[in-house]
């Protein structure tokens, strides 16, 4: 069974960072894309960030460029989230996301593994 757990949220000021992790299990996750995705109060999900298990093919949301950054660590089947001068409109529940295709894309019905999300607050 697979499973995707998301730690590192929290609160933090304005031009502060954090770092999200996301514990993924169950099975091997060659071939399959990991993604961020996020969801603020009243808003849809929204795409954030996605990479091909095997460290290609990383994709950005606009609005992230240059300050977040996905990466995965193989060994511990690990998916993280680098999170950089954090703005207040970055405040969302961000969750994790497993599916199998080789080029990441921003579509969430790409992604049939999802986790229970972590919330990022950013005070202004």
């Known amino acids: 069974q697979v499973q995707l757990v998301e730690s590192g949220g929290g609160l933090v000021q304005a031009g502060g960072s954090l770092r999200l992790s996301c514990a993924a299990s169950g099975r091997t996750f060659s071939g399959y894309s990991m993604a961020w995705f996020r969801q603020a109060p009243g808003w849809g999900r929204e795409f954030v960030a996605a990479l091909w298990w095997g460290g290609e093919n990383i994709l950005y949301e606009d609005s992230v460029k240059g300050r977040f950054t996905i990466s995965r660590d193989i060994a511990n089947n690990t998916v993280y989230l680098q999170m950089n001068s954090l703005k207040p409109e970055d405040t969302a529940v961000y969750y994790c996301?497993?599916?199998?295709?080789?080029?990441?894309?921003?579509?969430?019905?790409?992604?049939?593994?999802w986790g229970q999300g972590t919330q990022v607050t950013v005070s202004s």
């Open positions: 996301a497993a599916g199998p295709i080789w080029k990441p894309n921003r579509l969430s019905d790409s992604y049939g593994y």
